[in-house]
C-alpha cells in the first residue's frame, strides 16, 4: 500500500494487517510464536511494563515518556494495529507478556473482555472519565474520543451537495465518487451503528451499494483516503474528524483542497469512537499498570492528549482539547452505546459478507 503522510504525525508501524479481529489459525500461531518481526521486543526487560499499543505513536511515546518521569517505572512499548494485538493476546492467553493494552476503539477491547482476559479497572481510575465512555464491567477505560464525519474535495462539491446522513452515500449519484477504506477498525463501528439502527439485513444492502460506489477507491487506510480525496481522485469519504486535522497539519493550508462535514445531528453516521485502555488478567506488574491506567486519565495524561497533533478529544479529568477543532461539547453524535458497538465481530462478518474484504 502507499506509505500515509508522516511528516509531522508518523503512523503507527503496520506489521501487516488481520482486517478486524476474526483472523486464520495461521495469523494467531505467527502471533503467539511473538514472530511480529520489527514491532518492538516481546517482553518488558528489567521487570518493565510491557504495552501493547495500537494507539498513534507519538501520542503513546508522549504519555510513556510523561509517566516514567513521573514514576520511575519503565514502559516497554509495541506499536502495531489494534486488531493484530488482539489476535496476538488471544493465541498467547495466560502467557500474554503484555501488562497493557491501549487501543483507538473499544471492540478490540471488548473482544479480550468476553474472552475473560481483562482485569478490573480500579473504581478510583474509572470515576476520571464520564461512565458512558468506560467498560460497562468495569474493564476497561475510556481515554479519549474521534467522531466520525464526512471528508470531501472543496473543489469537486460544495457544502449544499453534501448527504446529510451516512445512508446517503448508498444513493447510486456517488458510483465513482465515495472513498472507503473497509479494513480499517474505525470502519466497524459505523457498520455497528447502521445494523443497531435499521438491522443487519438493512445493512448488508448498504454495504453493498457503498462497495458499487465505491469502485477503485477502496483505499487501505484512513490516512490514504484522506490524501486522495485532497488530491481530488476520489470526491468524498468517511472519516474520523482527526485525519483530516492532521493532514491539513502535514500539508499546510495552502495544499489543502478538502474539508470535513457534519453529518445531522444523532444521524446513524454521526458515531462516537471511544479509545481505551484495559490491564491483561496475566500482568505480573497489576499494580503498575494500573498506575499507567490511572495516569491516562488523569489531568496530566489528559492534557497531554489535549496538546496532542494527533487531533483526539480528551475526556477524562475534565480537561478539553486546546488544539483548533469543534469543541467536543458542541458535538452531537446518535445514541448508540459503546456496549451496542460490542466486540465488532457483527460487522465485520457483514463486512466480510459484502465482500468488503
Not at 82 to 110: K, M, R, W
Not at 181 to 189: I, L, R
Not at 203 to 229: F, R
Not at 244 to 257: F, L, N
Amino acid at each position: 500500500m502507499r506509505k500515509p503522510l508522516t511528516r509531522f504525525h508518523p503512523p503507527i508501524r503496520r506489521c501487516g494487517r488481520l482486517g478486524g479481529l476474526s483472523v486464520p489459525a495461521s495469523a494467531l500461531a505467527v502471533a503467539a510464536a511473538g514472530l511480529l518481526a520489527g514491532c518492538g521486543s516481546s517482553s518488558g526487560p528489567n521487570g518493565a511494563l510491557t504495552l501493547y499499543s495500537g494507539q498513534h505513536q507519538q501520542t503513546t511515546d508522549a504519555l510513556v515518556k510523561a509517566f516514567e518521569k513521573q514514576t520511575a517505572i519503565k514502559v516497554n512499548v509495541r506499536h502495531n494495529d489494534e486488531d493484530v494485538f488482539a489476535a496476538q493476546i488471544s493465541a498467547e492467553g495466560s502467557h500474554s507478556p503484555a501488562d497493557v493494552f491501549y487501543t483507538e476503539n473499544t471492540p478490540a477491547l471488548e473482544n479480550l473482555r468476553e474472552k475473560g482476559l481483562l482485569g478490573a479497572v480500579l473504581p478510583s481510575t474509572l470515576a476520571a472519565t464520564p461512565s458512558r465512555f468506560n467498560s460497562a464491567h468495569g474493564q476497561w477505560v475510556g481515554t479519549s474520543a474521534r467522531v466520525n464525519t464526512l471528508v470531501y474535495n472543496t473543489k469537486l462539491l460544495s457544502p449544499s451537495q453534501l448527504p446529510t446522513s451516512l445512508m446517503g452515500l448508498a444513493d447510486p449519484k456517488w458510483k465513482g465518487k465515495l472513498a472507503i477504506s473497509p479494513g480499517e477498525t474505525d470502519f466497524q463501528p459505523i457498520v455497528t451503528s447502521v445494523a443497531v439502527t435499521y438491522g443487519k439485513a438493512a445493512a448488508l444492502k448498504w454495504l453493498e451499494a457503498i462497495k458499487a460506489n465505491a469502485a477503485g477507491h477502496d483505499y487501505p487506510s484512513n490516512e490514504v483516503l484522506t490524501d486522495e480525496v485532497n488530491r481530488g481522485q476520489a470526491a468524498i469519504g468517511v472519516i474520523n474528524q482527526y485525519y483530516w486535522y492532521r493532514h491539513r497539519a502535514e500539508v499546510g493550508p495552502s495544499s489543502t483542497h478538502s474539508a470535513i462535514a457534519y453529518f445531522a445531528p444523532k444521524d446513524v453516521g454521526y458515531v462516537l469512537d471511544v479509545s481505551g485502555a484495559g490491564v491483561l488478567k496475566s500482568s505480573t506488574h497489576a499494580a503498575a499498570a494500573q498506575k499507567f491506567l490511572a495516569f491516562l486519565v488523569s489531568k496530566a495524561g489528559q492534557e497531554i492528549i489535549s496538546r496532542s497533533d494527533s487531533f483526539e478529544y480528551p475526556i477524562g479529568s475534565g480537561v478539553t482539547t486546546v488544539q483548533p477543532e469543534t469543541p467536543f461539547s458542541q458535538l452531537q453524535p446518535n445514541s448508540i452505546s459503546l456496549e451496542q458497538l460490542g466486540d465488532g465481530s457483527a460487522a465485520l462478518a457483514l463486512i466480510q459478507q459484502a465482500q468488503l474484504l
